[in-house]
């Protein structure tokens, strides 16, 4: 079956990086549209990066464009998040989510997945 386990989270200094991983398995990554959400307390979950399953396209929200990368490894079936300059205000639990929907420019929208991984936290603090 379709499961995402994240990893990568931690407690880190402000204008410090992590990079998050989301481990794939159960379904092929050609045909996928992955996503990187998060969710702070007492805050709606946000869309922060996705990428198309169709042609690779990456989107980011304005929040964190210039900051955040998303990538794929397909033979290790690995979706990457990686997170520069990091802020007090990224403090959240972070979760990866995919579909077999060909989203598009859309795929930030979390209602439209499918399957989620259990979460990392990042905690931004010094």
């Known amino acids: 079956q379709v499961q995402l386990v994240e990893s990568g989270g931690g407690l880190v200094q402000p204008g410090g990086s992590l990079r998050l991983s989301c481990a794939a398995s159960?379904?092929?990554?050609?045909?996928?549209?992955i996503g990187w959400f998060r969710q702070a307390p007492g805050k709606e979950r946000e869309g922060v990066a996705c990428?198309?399953?169709?042609?690779?396209?990456?989107y980011y929200a304005d929040s964190v464009k210039g900051r955040f990368t998303i990538s794929r490894d397909k033979p290790k079936r690995t979706v990457y998040l990686q997170i520069n300059s990091l802020k007090p205000e990224d403090t959240a639990a972070y979760y990866c989510?995919?579909?077999?929907?060909?989203?598009?420019?859309?795929?930030?929208?979390?209602?439209?997945?499918?399957?989620w991984g259990q979460g990392t936290q990042v905690t931004v603090s010094s």
């Open positions: 159960g379904f092929n990554l050609d045909f996928y549209d």
């Open positions: 990428i198309s399953s169709n042609d690779g396209s990456t």
């Open positions: 989510a995919t579909t077999p929907s060909d989203l598009g420019s859309t795929c930030l929208h979390g209602g439209d997945y499918n399957y």
